[in-house]
């Protein structure tokens, strides 16, 4: 069975998250934006085998940290969708911006496409491209779990912002309603920053994207 824990890291306090299967202990991390001496620190608590890197986006809070990580641990990067390309070209001058370290500019090796799959030890979880917030942002789905990994597409009581280069309003809506809801209103989703909630609470209550059911 898939586990998880969320790991704040950034100034933005972004909700990096460990994903490993109960049976082997190997783990992938999604979203190292920065702090890796916390994740690894969370990494060796755990006694995990961290494998794998999973992108959600390449905005600076999910993607800073990763081609340090990947070159310390010689770790695949995994995600996101080639959309978010023009992101990673920009991750140095997204940093001067906010404030954050230098952050590297990678390649990753597997861009990632809507029905996709990513694997860790024994756990499979389903890929949806879920453009909006940024134009090849992407969301981690494990069945068995009912648990979502959606990075800054959905929050509890709200949804991702849209005004960054590339972003797109309508775009976001169409992803949460038609790629998002289907997973089921009994799935927890893990956001990109502040706490979880359940599709069913989002469509019950998200003055944005409510739809009573």
């Avoid at 991702?160 to 989703?189: C, K, N, Y």
Wanted: some cysteine.
């Amino acid at each position: 069975m898939l586990q998880y824990q969320t790991i704040p890291v950034t100034p933005f306090q972004q909700n990096c998250s460990l994903v490993w299967c109960d049976q082997t202990r190997s783990a992938a991390v999604i979203d190292p934006g920065g702090d890796l001496p916390r994740i690894l620190a969370e990494v060796k608590r755990l006694d995990l085998k961290l494998e794998q890197i999973w992108l959600t986006h390449a905005h600076i809070d999910h993607a800073g940290g990763t081609a340090e990580l990947a070159r310390q641990l010689s770790l695949p990067i995994i995600g996101p969708h080639k959309g978010d390309q023009f992101w990673i070209d920009g991750l140095a001058q997204q940093g001067k911006m906010f404030g954050f370290p230098h952050a590297e500019v990678f390649t990753p090796t597997r861009w990632l496409v809507d029905g996709d799959t990513v694997t860790i030890g024994n756990s499979t979880l389903q890929v949806r491209h879920c453009p909006g917030h940024t134009p090849g942002h992407v969301v981690f789905y494990s069945a068995e779990a009912k648990r979502a990994f959606v990075g800054d597409v959905l929050f509890a009581g709200s949804i991702g912002r849209t005004d960054f280069p590339q972003g797109d309003h309508d775009a976001l809506i169409a992803s949460i309603r038609e790629r998002l809801w289907p997973m089921g209103s009994d799935t927890v989703f893990v956001p990109g920053h502040g706490p979880e909630s359940t599709f069913g609470r989002e469509r019950r209550s998200n003055p944005y994207v409510a739809d009573g059911v």
